[in-house]
């Protein structure tokens, strides 16, 4: 059975750095672009960055210089690194896994991030 598992999350002041990790459980992980949503409280779940399996990245703007995705296959696993933390971040965060091979996406819990003082 395939899983996305996340780690990390919690509470940070503004200012503050975080990262994030998560990893999917599939034989052909290296081939999958793996991405990072979030959602705030009475908003619509919005991309954050994505990952293809050859590395190549794509940010929202507002993350853009503050965040970075990356990945380390070997370990079927990926990251995101949040810096300059701003109390619009907070939300959950959902891990997106596109599977190749299998064709369809799996998502992980959604950890908590609150950036507060």
């Known amino acids: 059975q395939v899983q996305v598992v996340e780690s990390g999350g919690g509470l940070v002041q503004p200012g503050g750095s975080l990262r994030l990790s998560c990893g999917g459980s599939?034989?052909?992980?290296?081939?999958?672009?793996m991405g990072w949503y979030r959602q705030a409280p009475g908003k619509q779940r919005e991309l954050v960055t994505t990952i293809t399996g050859s590395g190549s990245t794509n940010y929202a703007d507002s993350v853009k210089g503050r965040f970075t995705i990356s990945r380390d296959n070997a370990k079927r696993t990926v990251y995101l690194q949040m810096n300059s933390l701003k109390a619009e971040d907070t939300a959950a965060y959902y891990c997106?896994?596109?599977?190749?091979?299998?064709?369809?996406?799996?998502w992980g819990q959604g950890p908590q991030v609150t950036v507060s003082s």
């Open positions: 599939e034989n052909f992980f290296n081939l999958n672009t």
């Open positions: 997106k896994m596109d599977s190749t091979m299998l064709r369809r996406q799996f």
